[in-house]
């Protein structure tokens, strides 16, 4: 049989008290730790809210930037047909038959014409407006019609003095409808990044300028001189070079030349499709940036 001594006893005393001295310690702790992770709980529910009505905003915007209103397939820009998930040969097909002053007139025809998909007519087909004097199965005497009001159309348009948007000042621009003066500035600013512009389509990239006021600015205005753009070598301009170009940023530059380094110099525009995050859709206006 065991016999502990006053001193034990005394040893075993001490133990137990520190252990429940800990034990309401941790009790005070946790006591504390909740209380805190309350008040923050609270502050965070407020922050919350704000955050919930900025995503809804989001989610708005978003909705509103997807949607897809009717248009005339007949002019459906570079941009556009990328959007759309068109490929740049389909879009080249519907650009060249235009160029020829010749119109699609039905969806069976834009089908025939472009090649794409029937899922794709199926996605967008039902947004196609034609003018009102076309049919779906039109006879030669209405192909006829369409023609002449399309020429007729062209005729009034030509009345208006075309400018060349590289020369265009403040004031010109203002003329345009929707085109106040801090867009006309913002116009000539972009310009001035890259020289000139080299397409009308780069319109579409500057942020703030609406679809109507695109419209009339082509109407009134080309891209008729280019002698001043800033070219830069694709194969020998460094990261920090590349970067300074205005559709290009650090992770784009970067992916540039990490390719380039691994498999040598860049031939041809389209061999920059291979390169990480290059925005595909700018492509054409960019190669005509470019020294190789």
Not at 175 to 189: F, T
Not at 196 to 216: H, K, R, Y
Request: aromatic share 14%; with cysteine.
């Amino acid at each position: 049989m065991l016999r502990f001594s006053k001193g034990h006893y005394f040893g075993i005393a001490i133990l137990i008290g520190c252990i429940g001295l800990l034990q309401l310690f941790i009790y005070w702790y946790n006591n504390q730790k909740d209380t805190t992770s309350l008040e923050l709980t609270q502050e965070e529910k407020s922050w919350l809210l704000v955050q919930n009505e900025i995503d809804s905003i989001k989610e708005v915007n978003q909705e509103n930037s997807s949607k897809i209103y009717p248009f005339n397939p007949n002019f459906i820009s570079d941009y556009k047909g990328y959007k759309l998930g068109m490929t740049v040969s389909q879009i080249d097909k519907l650009h060249n038959f235009r160029k020829q002053n010749k119109y699609v007139n039905s969806n069976s025809e834009f089908q025939k014409l472009t090649g794409v998909s029937s899922e794709w007519m199926k996605q967008y087909a039902p947004y196609f407006k034609f003018p009102d004097w076309v049919t779906e199965a039109p006879t030669k005497k209405d192909q006829t019609k369409f023609e002449n009001k399309f020429q007729k159309f062209d005729k009034k348009e030509s009345k208006i003095i075309v400018k060349d948007l590289n020369t265009a000042d403040q004031i010109e621009l203002e003329k345009v409808y929707m085109i106040g003066d801090k867009l006309a500035l913002k116009i000539i600013s972009e310009r001035e990044k890259f020289g000139n512009f080299v397409s009308m389509d780069q319109l579409g990239f500057i942020w703030g300028i609406s679809p109507e006021a695109i419209v009339d600015l082509n109407k009134k205005f080309q891209i008729k001189s280019t002698g001043n753009i800033k070219k830069i070598n694709i194969n020998t301009s460094t990261i920090k070079e590349l970067q300074q170009f205005p559709y290009f940023n650090y992770t784009i530059a970067k992916n540039i030349v990490t390719f380039r380094s691994m498999n040598g110099d860049f031939k041809r525009s389209e061999d920059l499709t291979n390169v990480k995050q290059f925005p595909l859709e700018k492509l054409k206006i960019i190669a005509l940036y470019l020294e190789f």
